[in-house]
């Protein structure tokens, strides 16, 4: 078997531009769907979504047959979790709340084989294909896709340090911590909130990297598109089937009498 070249990694290397989903829904059923809808991606949330790793290796299974990645964010900076989603094939590994350089480079450790780094060895997982993708160990590391998610004030200030780090493949700006963190908590549209944003992607683009955004407001998508970045998460699963529920039901109440 063929280690699984990792597509979304090699657009993001190239500066096309990746248009994404991010997924609070543990139905495998409908991760199937929407990664048959034509998205580049879609965030598979550990941090905010109660799912566990079972669920997980679900929608892994789910998505595998469309072209279309996962991205799969674990609960926090956590070796032991980031070796098991591994272990289970997600190749794309999106990590919240890296502040600082350190941080960063546990990161970039965790998702590293020894000598580089410290991710435990095991012969038989799904991502080596069950034991059958030739010299996996020594190739896996150029597959795999290391985000981190840059969502508070202090990674903003550290976010030169953060990007020059051996490991790091791209950066992502998490917008809702990061207004709460700038003193706007629950107001993404403030003027202080969306400029801090369009700066910092600015400042990663310029520091060589790839830089992520996620919102479902059409004027800020434009906005960070425009500052450079190129992987864009352009919704959010249950808000689009919040959203098109209530416009269905207010398109049809009449019907009530």
Same mark, same amino acid.
């Given at each position: 078997?063929?280690?699984?070249?990792?597509?979304?990694?090699?657009?993001?290397?190239?500066?096309?531009?990746?248009?994404?989903?991010?997924?609070?829904?543990?139905?495998?059923?409908?991760?199937?769907?929407?990664?048959?809808?034509?998205?580049?991606?879609?965030?598979?949330?550990?941090?905010?979504?109660?799912?566990?790793?079972?669920?997980?290796?679900?929608?892994?299974? *789910?998505?595998? !047959?469309?072209?279309? #990645?996962?991205?799969?964010? +674990?609960?926090? $900076?956590? @070796?032991?979790?980031?070796?098991?989603?591994?272990?289970?094939?997600?190749?794309?590994?999106?990590?919240?709340?890296?502040?600082?350089?350190?941080?960063?480079?546990?990161?970039?450790?965790?998702?590293?084989?020894?000598?580089?780094?410290?991710?435990?060895?095991?012969?038989?997982?799904?991502?080596?294909?069950?034991?059958?993708?030739?010299?996996?160990?020594?190739?896996?590391?150029?597959?795999?896709?290391?985000?981190?998610?840059?969502?508070?004030?202090?990674?903003?200030?550290?976010?030169?340090?953060? *990007?020059?780090? !051996?490991?790091?493949? #791209?950066?992502?700006?998490? +917008?809702?911590? $990061?207004? @709460?963190?700038?003193?706007?908590?629950?107001?993404?549209?403030?003027?202080?909130?969306?400029?801090?944003?369009?700066?910092?992607?600015?400042?990663?683009?310029?520091?060589?990297?790839?830089?992520?955004?996620?919102?479902?407001?059409?004027?800020?998508?434009?906005?960070?598109?425009?500052?450079?970045?190129?992987?864009?998460?352009?919704?959010?699963?249950?808000?689009?089937?919040?959203?098109?529920?209530?416009?269905?039901?207010?398109?049809?109440?009449?019907?009530?009498?």
């Amino acid at each position: 078997m063929e280690l699984p070249k990792n597509r979304f990694k090699q657009a993001l290397a190239e500066g096309r531009q990746q248009l994404g989903t991010w997924s609070a829904i543990r139905d495998p059923a409908a991760i199937e769907m929407l990664a048959g809808c034509g998205f580049d991606w879609i965030t598979l949330d550990c941090e905010h979504a109660p799912n566990d790793l079972d669920r997980i290796l679900s929608l892994l299974q *789910a998505m595998a !047959p469309y072209d279309c #990645a996962p991205v799969v964010r +674990p609960s926090c $900076l956590n @070796a032991a979790e980031i070796k098991r989603l591994l272990d289970i094939g997600a190749q794309n590994i999106l990590v919240p709340y890296v502040q600082n350089a350190d941080e960063a480079r546990a990161a970039a450790a965790a998702v590293a084989y020894p000598p580089e780094g410290i991710r435990g060895v095991a012969g038989i997982t799904r991502a080596s294909r069950f034991g059958t993708v030739p010299d996996y160990m020594t190739r896996a590391r150029a597959e795999i896709c290391l985000i981190v998610q840059i969502e508070t004030r202090t990674a903003l200030d550290n976010l030169e340090e953060i *990007a020059a780090v !051996p490991g790091i493949d #791209a950066l992502f700006i998490g +917008p809702a911590d $990061l207004a @709460a963190c700038l003193g706007h908590s629950g107001d993404q549209r403030h003027p202080q909130v969306r400029t801090a944003i369009t700066d910092a992607i600015m400042r990663i683009c310029r520091a060589g990297k790839p830089a992520g955004f996620l919102s479902v407001d059409d004027e800020a998508l434009a906005e960070v598109v425009a500052a450079g970045s190129t992987f864009t998460a352009i919704d959010i699963d249950i808000m689009m089937l919040q959203r098109t529920a209530k416009a269905r039901l207010a398109t049809l109440a009449h019907l009530r009498g």
